[in-house]
């Protein structure tokens, strides 16, 4: 078993699941703001202390990702996150990629950015105690969208980024996103993500990206969220799996989803449809951002009597999830 294979297989076996903590400095100011916290530094660093200091966090969750912000952080204890992470027994992951801007030659769709110096920072990252890295790739489905331009620019640019990390010693997580915005029904998501995962591992294998040292995090199959259509449980995961058999290798160890505005509760029903289905070949577990943290910051509200009611939101989440798989 190569390393990176090693970490790959333990970010998404024994029933655990990754954790999304890594929300860029924009994002997690306006979701504090939401819940009436100042969006400081110091406050994204409480509400990622309150996360990662969760009691019996390591029984469900074998990575956590974190932002660059965080990761120069340190706990009240002195620990920096990695390090802490390290102690308690769950991987350090690095967002990596610098966010999604408008592509030119399409400007209503994104390419995300991140490339230039990116050797030079996973080896940074590397000797801060990463072991893994996330690159999420933005993709819309709408009035002539996805355009070839835009599938073709994001796919060589996930391929780059995971062929790079590799190099470096870093699993890199594969995540191309269909998103859940708009009015498309549950076969056109299936259609786009199927084509969109075809051409993921055509640019992975030709950028020479080892598959068994990769975790892919899709999305799962669902409606767009203006649409009138609301399908079964049972149908997003026969949808969800149908477009994954249709595209990725075996040999990759194992798929972790997205939430991508899913409904908590939902997000975890489909996770555990997809379990019943025939076996199949990788491992399917969850790496959710809002669908563990979301309930979590609403318990809390940055107070910090509700620190306790916050952590046991998260842990109700992450137990959910872990039995789901
Ligand atoms: P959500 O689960 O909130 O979609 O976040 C996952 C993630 O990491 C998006 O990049």
């Known amino acids: 078993m ?16 990754i954790l999304a903590a890594d929300e860029s400095i924009g994002t997690m100011s306006a979701r504090l703001e939401s819940v009436g916290v100042e969006p400081t530094a110091e406050n994204r660093r409480v509400y990622r202390e309150l996360i990662v200091t969760t009691p019996r966090l390591s029984e469900s969750i074998s990575g956590v990702i974190l932002a660059d912000e965080t990761f120069y952080q340190k706990l009240n204890n002195g620990r920096t996150f990695p390090e802490h992470l ?5 991987l350090a992951g690095i967002k990596v990629d610098t966010g999604a801007k408008p592509l030119a030659g399409a400007p209503d769709e994104k390419i995300t950015e991140g490339l230039d110096g990116l050797r030079e920072r996973v080896a940074e990252y590397v000797r801060l105690g990463a072991t893994f890295a996330k690159w999420r790739a933005v993709i819309t489905i709408g009035d002539g969208a996805p355009s070839d331009r835009a ?4 796919v060589h640019a996930l391929a780059r980024y995971a062929g790079l990390c590799q190099e470096g010693g870093l699993v890199p997580i594969v995540e191309p996103e269909v ?10 998501c299936q259609q786009v993500t199927t084509a969109v995962l075809k051409s993921v591992f055509e640019e992975l294998d030709l950028l020479g990206v080892q598959l068994d040292g990769i975790v892919l995090k899709p999305n799962m199959v669902v409606a767009g969220v203006g649409s009138a259509e609301r ?4 149908d997003v995961a026969r949808a969800t799996v149908e477009a994954l058999r249709e595209t990725v290798p075996a040999s990759v160890p194992g798929i972790a989803f997205l939430s991508g505005g899913q409904h908590p509760e939902v997000a975890t029903q489909h996770l555990g449809a997809m379990q019943k289905l025939d076996p199949l070949p990788w491992e399917l577990t969850y790496s959710f951002g809002r669908a563990l943290v979301g309930p979590a910051l609403e318990a809390w509200r940055g107070d910090e009597n509700k620190w306790a009611a916050g952590q046991e939101a998260l842990s109700g989440r992450a137990v959910a999830n872990a039995s789901a798989r």
């Not at 599938?151 to 994001?154: H, K, T």
């Not at 998103?179 to 056109?188: E, F, I, K, V, W």
């Not at 399908?231 to 049972?234: H, K, Q």
């Open 151 to 154: 599938v073709r620019a994001n």
């Open 231 to 234: 399908p079964a449980v049972d």
């Open 86 to 90: 390290e102690d308690i027994g769950i």
């Open 179 to 188: 998103l859940m915005d708009g009015t498309h029904s549950l076969a056109r």
């Open 2 to 17: 190569s390393a990176l294979n090693k970490i790959a297989q333990t970010l998404v076996s024994d029933r655990r699941g």
